[in-house]
Protein backbone atom coordinates (compact mmCIF):
# COMPACT_ATOMS: atom_id res chain seq x y z
CA UNK A 1 0.00 0.00 0.00
CA UNK A 2 1.17 3.42 -1.09
CA UNK A 3 1.04 6.09 1.52
CA UNK A 4 -0.18 9.32 -0.38
CA UNK A 5 0.65 11.24 2.60
CA UNK A 6 4.04 11.37 2.16
CA UNK A 7 6.76 14.10 1.27
CA UNK A 8 9.40 13.21 -0.89
CA UNK A 9 12.75 14.59 0.90
CA UNK A 10 15.17 16.41 -1.54
CA UNK A 11 18.17 18.31 -1.02
CA UNK A 12 18.25 22.24 -1.05
CA UNK A 13 21.49 22.00 -2.55
CA UNK A 14 22.34 19.19 -5.17
CA UNK A 15 18.36 18.42 -5.47
CA UNK A 16 18.81 14.66 -4.37
CA UNK A 17 15.60 13.06 -3.78
CA UNK A 18 15.28 10.40 -0.76
CA UNK A 19 13.91 6.96 -2.13
CA UNK A 20 13.64 4.53 0.58
CA UNK A 21 16.46 5.71 2.47
CA UNK A 22 18.85 6.02 -0.57
CA UNK A 23 19.11 9.87 -2.08
CA UNK A 24 19.02 9.90 -5.97
CA UNK A 25 20.53 12.39 -8.09
CA UNK A 26 19.12 13.42 -11.40
CA UNK A 27 21.69 12.53 -13.57
CA UNK A 28 21.84 8.65 -12.08
CA UNK A 29 18.57 7.76 -13.28
CA UNK A 30 16.46 11.03 -14.57
CA UNK A 31 13.65 8.55 -15.59
CA UNK A 32 12.84 7.69 -12.45
CA UNK A 33 13.64 10.88 -10.64
CA UNK A 34 11.02 12.21 -13.53
CA UNK A 35 8.64 10.21 -11.90
CA UNK A 36 8.91 10.72 -8.34
CA UNK A 37 9.09 15.07 -8.33
CA UNK A 38 5.84 14.63 -10.80
CA UNK A 39 3.99 12.35 -8.26
CA UNK A 40 5.09 14.27 -5.22
CA UNK A 41 4.84 17.90 -7.04
CA UNK A 42 3.93 20.41 -4.28
CA UNK A 43 4.92 17.96 -1.41
CA UNK A 44 8.46 18.26 -1.38
CA UNK A 45 10.33 18.51 1.32
CA UNK A 46 13.52 20.19 1.27
CA UNK A 47 16.40 19.49 3.61
CA UNK A 48 19.71 18.41 3.18
CA UNK A 49 20.95 15.01 1.90
CA UNK A 50 23.67 13.45 4.16
CA UNK A 51 26.30 15.36 2.69
CA UNK A 52 25.23 18.69 2.15
CA UNK A 53 24.02 18.51 5.96
CA UNK A 54 27.44 17.93 7.27
CA UNK A 55 28.51 20.65 5.18
CA UNK A 56 25.51 22.69 6.60
CA UNK A 57 26.38 21.96 9.39
CA UNK A 58 30.11 22.49 9.54
CA UNK A 59 29.33 25.97 7.92
CA UNK A 60 27.05 26.91 10.69
CA UNK A 61 29.46 26.14 13.28
CA UNK A 62 32.07 28.36 11.97
CA UNK A 63 29.83 31.08 11.71
CA UNK A 64 29.00 30.64 15.23
CA UNK A 65 32.65 30.08 16.31
CA UNK A 66 33.27 33.59 14.37
CA UNK A 67 30.96 35.06 17.03
CA UNK A 68 32.32 33.75 19.58
CA UNK A 69 35.04 35.82 22.25
CA UNK A 70 38.24 34.85 20.57
CA UNK A 71 39.96 35.87 24.27
CA UNK A 72 38.57 35.21 27.58
CA UNK A 73 40.03 36.15 30.29
CA UNK A 74 42.56 34.26 32.72
CA UNK A 75 40.57 34.67 35.72
CA UNK A 76 36.65 33.91 34.16
CA UNK A 77 36.32 30.69 35.51
CA UNK A 78 37.85 31.13 38.88
ZN1 LIG B 1 22.79 17.45 -1.30
Sequence with gaps: ?????KVLGICCVCRKI??????????DNPEL?????KKYEG?????????????AME???KSRNDNWPLEIPENYFK
Design 1 to 5: MENLD
Design 18 to 27: RINNEWLKEQ
Design 33 to 37: YGRFI
Design 43 to 55: RLSHGYCPEHKKA
Design 59 to 61: EDD
